[in-house]
Every structure is written in C-alpha cells, then in structure tokens.
C-alpha cells in the first residue's frame, strides 16, 4: 500500500508538466532531458543497503521462463532462434541466431516505445538515436539494475476468495486491488521499489495443449486476451506516485489485453513518458509459494541485463534472493 508519510523524491504525477497537445504527463524534466536512466534513478547505494536487509535465509529464486519459451513464439514476425553449436579444438562454442532480446522474460528499453511525434524518453527523435546508443539497455547495465522487490500476488488473492482469474479473460487490474492486495499481504512500498505483479497467466500457458498455444500464435492485437494491468492514466500516476524503479508481471504485455484505446496504451505511458522499465512474461510461481511460506513479500531482486550498446530490450535474467 502507498506510503504517503514518506519524503517524496519527485514531484507528483498530477504537478508533471503535460505534452504539449494533449493532456498526457511526463517526467522529462525530473532528472534532466539528457537523462538516459529513467526511474532506475530512485535505486541508489541506500536502496540497495535496505533491499539487502530482505534476506532471511539467502534462498535464491529464478524468475525467468527458459530462453525458449514462450513455446511456440507468440508474434509471427519472430522466428524461433536457433543455437549453434560449434565444434573446437579444446571441446566446444556456440551462438544464438535471430535471438529476439525480448521473447521470454525480459525488461522493454527506453528505446522500445515512443509517444508518437513526441518521441522517447526526454523527447528524443529518431534522428537524436540513429546512429548512437543513447537510451540503450547498457546504460542501465552500467548503473546496475537491482534493489528492493515487493511482489503483489493478484492470482492467489483472488483465488483466495473465490474468485479466480480467468487467464483468457481481459481483467483489469485496478491501482486499487493493488492497494487491496498489499494490505492484506502486509507489504507496504518504498520509494525505488521494483514492483512485481504476478496473474498466474504464464503458469496458465505452460500447462495449455501444444494446439492451443499454437492457436494464440499471432493473435496479439487481434483477439488475444489475458488480465493486466489497467492503461488508464490512472495507474501510470499510481506507478509514478508510488515512485517505483520498475515494474514486471507474469503476463504477455503487463497491460491487460485487449488495449482499450480509449484508455490508452500504458507501455508509452510507462516507458516513453515514465522512463519505467517494464517486465513482462516472468516466470513468478515459485517466488510466490516461497513469500506465502515466510509471510513476507519483499526481497532483494537482482536483473543481470545485457551490457548491449543501443539495446531496446533485454532478458530480464532476474533472481531473487529471500
């Protein structure tokens, strides 16, 4: 749950200056137009010293699918990539051809979404990328990408109370069932917390018959649903209040699918206007079981992102550590 009697870091999301035509806030300004950090900017020696003190009994949790799952590919224009493996003098090498950076578990860059003409974070332009690294996933690599992680687990909440989420279903999740299911977890937020939510939905795939997951191949944007966060700019102001390094869930788009276009579309909310990273398809099964046994839901995260110069994505490679 938000925690209002805390020293705030930056300004409020309704005290945000706006796009120039259209009533969309941005962040911009807060660490300067040249900035290429984003949110990831509230993570410091500080938040890393608390995020540490989570530990209990130094457990270490993967949060991420296999690097070849989803399986099959949930987008037609991205072919499965294909492992090398080469034969040497002294034993072996090996390589990854057309690897999508952001086909399993993985954070979107700040290079990955802009907010149409407005451009990328800092209202950058095509012509200030072309060419250069700016915004790459390695500046992020280079400050580190790890702190205080707090899990919101809707799926087993919901389902505590008898009423499950339907993975096929576009159910939104509100700013207030998180606030709902933080109280009743006990888990209260800090500033430079990386939030993850968990849906359940990736569980909820891996189990699906090869000829259903098959049949979802290709339908993001045309009939493809599953629960989300709600991409109103309500939840990006709750996101940007609660002042929140990053945010991950479990499902395909973190946003619920199908995008309500009259809401709008989070990931430019988040990622273009925020500089927020955003995670998708993290594999949260067993960091969920393990914080209901400890009735706690904090813990260190740590993201092993790729030093890539220019990236717009990468596998999120995360770990946490209770």
Request: glycine share 12%.
């Amino acid at each position: 749950m938000s925690t209002s009697a805390r020293i705030r870091r930056t300004p409020r999301f309704t005290d945000l200056p706006t796009l120039p035509d259209r009533d969309e806030h941005h962040g911009w300004d807060v660490w300067g137009h040249d900035d290429e950090l984003g949110t990831l900017n509230l993570i410091g020696p500080e938040q890393r010293i608390c995020a540490a003190r989570t530990i209990r009994t130094g457990a270490m949790i993967s949060l991420n699918l296999p690097l070849n799952e989803p399986d099959p590919g949930l987008f037609d224009d991205r072919e499965p990539y294909q492992h090398i493996v080469e034969d040497t003098a002294a034993g072996h090498d090996d390589r990854l051809d057309h690897f999508y950076l952001q086909g399993s578990s993985q954070w979107d860059g700040l290079r990955h979404i802009r907010a149409g003409r407005h451009g990328y974070w800092g209202g950058r332009q095509e012509p200030d990328l072309a060419g250069t690294d700016i915004l790459g996933v390695d500046r992020w690599a280079a400050h580190g990408f790890g702190g205080r992680g707090v899990l919101l687990d809707i799926a087993n909440y919901l389902s505590d109370r008898g009423s499950p989420l339907s993975a096929d279903e576009p159910v939104v999740i509100t700013a207030a069932l998180l606030d709902e299911v933080a109280a009743a977890q006990d888990t209260t937020f800090e500033s430079g917390d990386i939030l993850v939510v968990r849906t359940g939905w990736t569980e909820w795939y891996r189990t699906r018959p090869l000829e259903d997951r098959a049949r979802m191949r290709g339908t993001i944007g045309a009939g493809f649903a599953c629960p989300g966060l709600d991409s109103s700019k309500e939840m990006a102001g709750y996101l940007w209040d609660n002042e929140f390094a990053a945010v991950a869930v479990d499902n395909v788009g973190a946003e619920v699918f199908p995008v309500d276009r009259e809401k709008g579309f989070l990931h430019r909310r988040l990622i273009a206007l925020q500089g927020m990273p955003l995670g998708e398809l993290w594999c949260l099964a067993e960091l969920a079981e393990a914080c209901a046994d400890r009735g706690a839901y904090e813990f260190l995260l740590v993201s092993g992102v790729l030093p890539l110069p220019g990236g717009v994505g990468t596998p999120a490679n995360a770990h946490a550590i209770l």
